[in-house]
């Protein structure tokens, strides 16, 4: 089971839902996550209606702002009943909230109860000039996964660039786990981040992701099974090959509690 527990769609017009499912053709399942900016509640219409013409491929994450919408068991229920969405993607550093802000620690306690898992998409390689760079720290999320330990949490990006924070939270916090959205064209990055996980010994904290439509899933992918190829005639450190295979077919969905059946 391999699920690419990262992805975008920019418009979710004809071009770019097509490039989409080109891109997640060599998994057998996806994470869709709602983009951040303009109507959230539009936004997560569109991304119902888009994730629900592919059940069989598709999970949506919703996107949300504890601070601005009122969240509450109703926006819940709405959320996963009516909109047949999975789970939530929050924007703390782009949209200018503290991850621990005193509405949103309500509305994570909210969520633990309904059981729906909580993508933070704090950190990213592209963040704007006016996004809060303090806010997309890990270490903020470790007053959130304390106070709901029982919350399914993923980091994403492996927090770049605070990579260290992300393998610190990973390891403390059982429910706690980190997105391997990694840039092809960065290899080195990638070597780092991988090394520095597996000498951790949190390879089974982390999931695969791509970011499309930064990559597609098949380039990220071979870009993973082959980076310890380059060290052949260097001295450095590698990873073994099994162990970055089980995080590529890690069924993601089952580790967040997402009860999903596949077209394959």
């Known amino acids: 089971m391999i699920v690419d527990c990262h992805t975008h769609v920019r418009s979710l017009e004809g071009v770019d839902t097509a490039e989409h499912l080109a891109a997640v053709e060599a998994v057998d399942a996806c994470i869709v996550l709602a983009a951040h900016g303009g109507s959230r509640e539009e936004a997560n219409r569109r991304l119902s209606e888009y994730v629900g013409l592919h059940r069989e491929k598709m999970v949506g994450f919703g996107v949300a702002d504890p601070t601005q919408d009122r969240l509450n068991g109703k926006f819940l229920s709405c959320l996963t009943d009516k909109l047949g969405l ?6 703390c550093s782009t949209a200018g909230f503290h991850p621990a802000h ?19 998409h704090n950190s990213s390689h592209a963040l704007h000039a006016e996004a809060i760079l303090e806010y997309a720290q890990p270490y903020l999320l470790d007053e959130v996964a304390r106070a709901c330990p029982r919350l399914k949490m993923v980091i994403a990006n492996m927090g770049v660039p605070f990579v260290e924070q992300t393998l610190s939270m990973v390891s403390k916090h ?27 010994n949190v390879m089974d904290k982390l999931l695969f992701g791509s970011g499309f439509p930064a990559a597609s899933s098949g380039e990220c992918i071979e870009a993973l099974l082959g980076f310890n190829m380059l060290l052949t005639d260097t001295k450095l450190p590698t990873v073994p090959r099994g162990s970055i295979r089980s995080m590529i077919e890690r069924d993601s969905l089952d580790l967040l509690g997402i009860r999903h059946v596949t077209g394959r």
């Open 86 to 91: 999975k789970g939530l993607v929050l924007y």
């Open 102 to 120: 005193s509405q949103a620690m309500r509305f994570y306690e909210a969520v633990q109860e309904a059981g729906i898992p909580i993508f933070f």
């Open 174 to 200: 059982e429910n706690v786990f980190a997105d391997l959205t990694i840039r092809p064209s960065k290899i080195w990055q990638t070597y780092n981040i991988v090394v520095a996980a597996h000498e951790r």
